[in-house]
């Protein structure tokens, strides 16, 4: 429901899982379960359990859950009618869906002024 054809699913937690520390990843996180740290990733979903204590950096970011920290998207946030988010969030894009919850503050900004996440490519790492 919330995963792009495109992307990878390069890291889950569980729907039963409860999860402290930080993760880094180059594709898809998804969060079902609980989660209290950062998220530097190219993707983040939040399915409809997942609830996260934390801030989150990445391309684009789908809530389904709930969210308590700030967010940085270099592309979109999309809040889904059942997502909530307690924090700032700047991106680019913005999408709150009806019921969808905002508490914080929004920033919308131009394409030179968002960069938030730099992985090197896999041909320098080579």
């Known amino acids: 429901m919330f995963l792009r054809k495109n992307d990878n699913l390069d890291s889950l937690i569980g729907q039963k899982s409860d999860f402290v520390g930080n993760i ?12 209290t740290g950062n998220i530097k990733a190219e993707w983040v ?7 996260i204590k934390g801030d989150i ?3 684009g970011i789908i809530i389904g859950g709930s969210i308590e920290g700030n967010i940085k998207a270099d ?3 999309e809040i889904k009618p059942t997502g909530k988010i307690i924090g700032d969030i700047t991106t ?6 009806e ?6 503050r929004s920033y919308t900004k131009r394409d030179e ?4 996440i730099d992985f090197p490519s896999k041909e320098s790492t080579g």
């Open 45 to 51: 979903i939040i399915g409809g359990s997942g609830k």
């Open 24 to 35: 880094t990843t180059e594709g898809t996180c998804r969060i079902e379960g609980q989660f």
């Open 113 to 116: 002024e968002i960069k938030v």
């Open 92 to 97: 680019r894009k913005l999408s709150v869906a």
């Open 99 to 104: 019921g969808g919850i905002f508490e914080g």
């Open 57 to 59: 950096s990445a391309r």
């Open 75 to 77: 592309e979109i946030v």
